[in-house]
């Protein structure tokens, strides 16, 4: 299975075409008139007498943000990326009717483009040697923003499929006398609180066949 690339917080940043791109400009922000509050911002009126909903916060604020919003959205499509490509591993398998083939991997790291960062090695005012790293903060928010969009379209793209591919190999499973989800480790608490497995639990499709074929075996040996 192939996943194609898939193609936001305002900043107090106010640029022109006619502009250095990226140079701060000045904005007004004392003629506004505050008149309620909203989930997104406060209502009132601007400058112009519009009505309008402002969100006013600092530059750092809403990269931090974002930076956060996207390590959590990252994370949740690398787990369900992770389960997809198991399911279509176990899919894939000959004992369950599968062609054997090997299973795609799904990559995210070309999802996100940072912008280009300069470096510049030298001799700072007191004479120590420095490197110096600098990208465009606004290019920075930009691409944060974008990607964010994209892990979202993903994350629902990943989450359709493994649902997807879990219902069809619950079906391959029962077919092979299998459970259709995976066996869950049984057992017991003693009265010292102490824990006693009576049947492992399953974490791959090796211990599924090597624990239906144990049962089996003592069903086969309680019935003689």
Same mark, same amino acid.
Request: hydrophobic share 30%.
């Given at each position: 299975?192939?996943?194609?690339?898939?193609?936001?917080?305002?900043?107090?940043?106010?640029?022109?075409?006619?502009?250095?791109?990226?140079?701060?400009?000045?904005?007004?922000?004392?003629?506004?008139?505050?008149?309620?509050?909203?989930?997104?911002?406060?209502?009132?009126?601007?400058?112009?007498?519009?009505?309008?909903?402002?969100?006013?916060?600092?530059?750092?604020?809403?990269?931090?943000?974002?930076?956060?919003?996207?390590?959590?959205?990252?994370?949740?499509?690398?787990?369900?990326?992770? *389960?997809?490509?198991?399911? /279509? =591993? %176990?899919?894939?398998?000959?004992? @369950?009717?599968?062609?054997?083939?090997?299973? +795609?991997?799904?990559?995210?790291?070309?999802?996100?483009?940072?912008?280009?960062?300069?470096?510049?090695?030298?001799?700072?005012?007191?004479?120590?040697?420095?490197?110096?790293?600098?990208?465009?903060?606004?290019?920075?928010?930009?691409?944060?923003?974008?990607?964010?969009?994209?892990?979202?379209?993903?994350?629902?793209?990943?989450?359709?499929?493994?649902?997807?591919?879990?219902?069809?190999?619950?079906?391959?499973?029962?077919?092979?006398?299998?459970?259709?989800?995976?066996?869950?480790?049984?057992?017991?608490?003693?009265? *010292?609180?102490?824990?006693? /497995? =009576? %049947?492992?639990?399953?974490?791959? @499709?090796?211990?599924?066949?090597?624990?239906? +074929?144990?049962?089996?075996?003592?069903?086969?040996?309680?019935?003689?």
């Amino acid at each position: 299975m192939y996943f194609k690339p898939l193609n936001g917080f305002l900043v107090a940043l106010a640029l022109s075409a006619c502009t250095t791109p990226g140079k701060v400009q000045d904005i007004e922000t004392k003629g506004f008139q505050a008149k309620g509050n909203a989930s997104s911002g406060k209502i009132g009126i601007n400058e112009k007498d519009q009505v309008v909903i402002r969100e006013n916060t600092s530059a750092q604020d809403d990269l931090a943000v974002l930076d956060i919003a996207n390590t959590h959205l990252r994370d949740e499509v690398d787990r369900d990326l992770h *389960d997809l490509k198991n399911c /279509e =591993t %176990q899919l894939n398998d000959p004992r @369950l009717g599968g062609n054997g083939q090997a299973t +795609a991997s799904h990559d995210i790291e070309e999802l996100k483009n940072d912008p280009e960062i300069k470096q510049q090695m030298g001799r700072d005012e007191d004479g120590e040697l420095r490197v110096v790293r600098e990208q465009s903060f606004e290019e920075r928010l930009k691409s944060e923003k974008k990607y964010q969009a994209t892990l979202k379209r993903m994350k629902k793209l990943a989450t359709e499929q493994k649902d997807s591919c879990q219902r069809r190999l619950a079906v391959a499973r029962e077919k092979q006398g299998l459970p259709g989800q995976p066996y869950k480790a049984t057992g017991y608490f003693t009265k *010292d609180g102490t824990w006693v /497995e =009576t %049947q492992r639990g399953e974490n791959s @499709l090796d211990d599924a066949f090597e624990i239906r +074929a144990k049962a089996k075996s003592k069903s086969s040996s309680g019935n003689e």
